[in-house]
C-alpha cells in the first residue's frame, strides 16, 4: 500500500488555510493545515511532507525563522518549500525566502491553477523518490541474496573438490539451505 503524499500548509490565518485546501482539492496529496512556525516544526517531527506551503509573514515566528529551522533538520531539509505572503512585491522579502531554502515565492494574489501545477510537480517528484527507495531496497535484499548464494556454492565447490567422503551429501544440504534461505 503506497502512502499518500502530504502537503504541510502554515498560515496564521484560518480563512487562508481554508482557501489553500480548496486550491488543493482533488490533487493526490492530503492537506495537513498548522497555524504557526511552531506548530509546523511540530508537525514536521511526526510526518513526511512532499511540499510545504508557507506564509511569509506571521506573529512571532514568521515564514523566514520557520524555514530556517526546516532546512536546518536533516530529516526535513530537502523538503521544498513554496513561500506565500500578501506583501507587496518586494524583491528584498523574495530573496530573503530563497536564501533561507525556498524554491518558489508567490505573492497574492497568485494564480491558483499555477500553485495546483507546482504542488503536482512537488507530489509526483516525492512519489517518485519513493519508488526509487523502494526499489533501491529491493536491490539491496536481492544483492543480498545473491551474496548468500554465491558463498554457499563456493563452500560447497570447496568441499566437492576435498577428499572428505561426506562431502557430496554436505555440498548438497548447503546449497539446498541457500536455496531455501535456511540459515547456513
Known sequence: MTQMAKALLVDDRREN??????????????SVAVESGEAALKQLLVDDFAVILLDAQMPDMDGFETAGHIKRRERTRHIPIIFLTAADRDAQLALRGYAVGAVDYLTKPFDPWVLRAKVSVFVDLWSKTRQLAAQSELVRERESQWRVLTDAVDEATALLRSDDPD?????VELLEQARWGSPL
Do not use: F, T
Open 17 to 30: 488555510l481554508m482557501a489553500l485546501e480548496a486550491i488543493l482539492q482533488g490533487l493526490p496529496v492530503q
Open 167 to 171: 562431502a557430496g551429501d554436505r555440498a
